[in-house]
């Protein structure tokens, strides 16, 4: 089993940057493909990113493409989303999720979850 933790939502103007991470802790973190998925109130969870077990392989929603990067550290065991060039339909819970397997967009397909940080875009 693996746990998730997020960190790094806070408040921030359109146009700014941030950056999450989530620690895992529990069976080996580079084992795991991982992902980032938000959800706004009132609508469903959304795919943001995905980054294969090694790092060398991701994929983006087409919201996101170009403006937000994902990356792990597998020695520390992190996972991190940047985001620049933020909007405020980009305000969400952002949560992070790992499966076995390749990389997916599909929620269903992810095996654990963290309790998610809250990322607030004002114009």
């Known amino acids: 089993q693996v746990q998730l933790v997020e960190s790094g939502g806070a408040l921030v103007q359109a146009g700014g940057s941030l950056r999450l991470s989530c620690a895992a802790s529990?069976?080996?973190?580079?084992?795991?493909?991982m992902g980032w998925f938000r959800q706004a109130p009132g609508n469903e969870r959304e795919f943001v990113a995905s980054?294969?077990?090694?790092?060398?392989?991701?994929v983006y929603a087409d919201s996101v493409k170009g403006r937000f990067t994902i990356s792990r550290d597998n020695a520390k065991n992190t996972l991190y989303l940047q985001m620049n060039s933020l909007k405020p339909e980009d305000t969400a819970v952002y949560y992070c999720?790992?499966?076995?397997?390749?990389?997916?967009?599909?929620?269903?397909?992810?095996?654990?979850w963290g309790q998610g940080t809250q990322v607030t875009v004002f114009s």
């Open positions: 529990g069976r080996t973190f580079s084992g795991y493909v």
């Open positions: 999720a790992a499966r076995v397997g390749g990389l997916s967009s599909a929620g269903d397909r992810y095996l654990y």
């Open positions: 980054i294969s077990w090694s790092g060398g392989n991701t």
